[in-house]
T-cell receptor
């Protein structure tokens, strides 16, 4: 399986701060990247996807992609306690199967 | 968006037995995927289930251990055979929100939490 690496954390930030989550991937040909949020005991839910180099913003979330460095990140501005969860980076398989390969996830805790 | 229902939601099984997990999608989809999430771990893809063909398994997973059925475009089953405690995990069914599977959001079922004693 393709390798997707994340810092497992835990990452703790105070409420209102910016949380920065990072991810690197091994397949240079990868084109599609996703960030999922998973609350404890729940299934993953998609937060953002990004296909092009640069930044993509959606509300308090910004995804950043650098294909040359094989690096994708997620910034969460004005972090809230409800953002406390595990964040999974995922990369789409380019071989035609279209499945996703997931990183190990970063556990984020936002401290009130 | 796609709604994916799985059952059972959880089960406790004895070593050596088999359990079949069912996955129902509320719309027709081309590809369905089965993932495993072991305690404290991320998601690992077991196999891709396409209607009308045999499932495609990832390295480390074999059909004899994890047989999969895909009888139509809305339903799939995963069987965990001859279970051992190492099979204790959450098994997640997933599918894309669009029928083609090439774009769109990958949705997940709520998962089936399996404990093997």
């Amino acid at each position: 399986q393709k390798e997707v690496e994340q810092n497992s954390g835990p990452l703790s930030v105070p409420e209102g701060a910016i949380a920065s989550l990072n991810c690197t991937y091994s397949d240079r040909g990868s084109q599609s990247f996703f960030w999922y949020r998973q609350y404890s005991g729940k299934s993953p839910e998609l937060i953002m996807f990004i296909y092009s180099n640069g930044d993509k913003e959606d509300g308090r979330f910004t995804a950043q992609l650098n294909k040359a460095s094989q690096y994708v990140s997620l910034l969460i501005r004005d972090s809230q306690p409800s953002d406390s969860a595990t964040y999974l980076c995922a990369v789409k398989d380019q071989t035609g199967a279209n499945n996703l390969f997931f990183g190990t996830g970063t556990r984020l805790t936002v401290i009130p | 968006s796609a709604v994916i229902s799985q059952k059972p939601s959880r089960d406790i099984c004895q070593r050596g037995t088999s359990l079949t997990i069912q996955c129902q999608v509320d719309s027709q989809v081309t590809m369905m995927f089965w993932y495993r999430q072991q305690p404290g771990q991320s998601l690992t893809l077991i196999a891709t289930a396409n209607q009308g063909s045999e499932a495609t398994y990832e390295s480390g997973f074999v059909i004899d251990k994890f047989p999969i059925s895909r009888p139509n475009l809305t339903f799939s089953t995963l069987t965990v055979s001859n279970m051992s405690p190492e099979d204790s995990s959450i098994y997640l069914c997933s599918a894309y929100s669009l029928p083609t599977g090439y774009t769109g959001e990958l949705f997940f079922g709520e998962g089936s939490r399996l404990t093997v004693l």
